[in-house]
C-alpha cells in the first residue's frame, strides 16, 4: 500500500468508532507509554508523532482536542546540515502527565514534559518542563495560574454563565431550555452534587429557570 493510501486509510479508520483505541494501539505497538482513559476530541484532526512513538508517554485521564499536535521530533535539523554540513541528531522524550487538558490547535514540541493536573489553553505552543497543578496558554506557554486558582475562578463564574446561557438560547428559540439542553451545568440544579458548595446553586430546574427569569415553556 502506498504511503498516500496508507494516510488516507488511517483518517478514515480515525474517524470511525473504535477510532482512539486504533490509535493508542500504535502508539503502543511503536514502544510508546498510553494511559488509561485517555479521550481525543475529533481524532482525525489529532496528530501524533508517530516517527519516534517509542520516546511519547500519555499518562491517564488525558484529553487531547482538535488540533492537537504533540511531537517527539524536530526536523529543522536540515537547516543547520545545508549550513553546517552536520547531520546534527534529534529526538527526545516527550512526556504528558496525569489528569491534563491540552486545548484545541496546541503544539506539545519535542522533549516537553508536563506534569501533572495540568491545563493547556488552545494555541498554546508547549516546551520544556511544565510542573503540577497549573494552567498554562500563550506561544511560548507559560504559567498563568494555579490548578487551585483556576478552580475558585470557575465556581465562581459557572452560575452567572448558566443563566446567560439559559436567557441566550430563550431569546433564540422563545421556549425555555430543557434539562437535558443544560445538561453541562447540570450540578448546579441537582440536589448532593458534591464538591462546589460556595457556588450558587439552586433546588431544582424550575428554580434555576425562574431566577433566569424564564418561563417554564416545556416539560424539560
Known amino acids: ?24 494501539r500504535e502508539i503502543s505497538r511503536g514502544g510508546g507509554t498510553v494511559g488509561k482513559n485517555i479521550r481525543l476530541y475529533s481524532r482525525s484532526n489529532i496528530t501524533i508523532d508517530m516517527t519516534r512513538p517509542w520516546l511519547l508517554t500519555i499518562g491517564d485521564n488525558v484529553m487531547l482536542t482538535k488540533g492537537v499536535i504533540i511531537l517527539t521530533h524536530d526536523y529543522s535539523k536540515a537547516v543547520l546540515k545545508n549550513l553546517y554540513g552536520d547531520d546534527i541528531g534529534e529526538g527526545a522524550e516527550t512526556v504528558i502527565g496525569n489528569n491534563c487538558f491540552i486545548g484545541m490547535n496546541s503544539i506539545v514540541l519535542m522533549g516537553t514534559h508536563i506534569g501533572n493536573n ?64 443544560m445538561r453541562y451545568f447540570k450540578s448546579l440544579f441537582t440536589k448532593n452534587s458534591g464538591k462546589g458548595t460556595n457556588m450558587q446553586k439552586w433546588n431544582d430546574f424550575a428554580e434555576f429557570l425562574k431566577a433566569a427569569g424564564i418561563e417554564n415553556t416545556n416539560n424539560g
Not at 498554562?136 to 504559567?143: D, Q, T
Not at 475558585?152 to 428559540?173: G, L, N, V
Request: aromatic share 8%; with cysteine; proline share 5%.
Open 1 to 24: 500500500m502506498s504511503k498516500e493510501l496508507k494516510t488516507i486509510y488511517r483518517k478514515i479508520r480515525l474517524s470511525l468508532p473504535g477510532g482512539t483505541n486504533y490509535l493508542l
Open 118 to 181: 495540568v491545563i493547556v489553553g488552545a494555541g498554546s505552543v508547549v516546551h520544556g518542563t511544565i510542573p503540577d497543578n497549573v494552567v498554562i496558554a500563550g506561544n511560548p506557554a507559560r504559567v498563568i495560574c494555579t490548578i487551585e486558582e483556576h478552580y475558585e475562578k470557575r465556581k465562581q463564574r459557572t452560575s452567572t454563565e448558566a443563566i446567560k446561557c439559559a436567557q441566550r438560547y430563550y431569546f433564540a428559540k422563545g421556549v425555555a431550555p430543557t434539562a437535558y439542553e
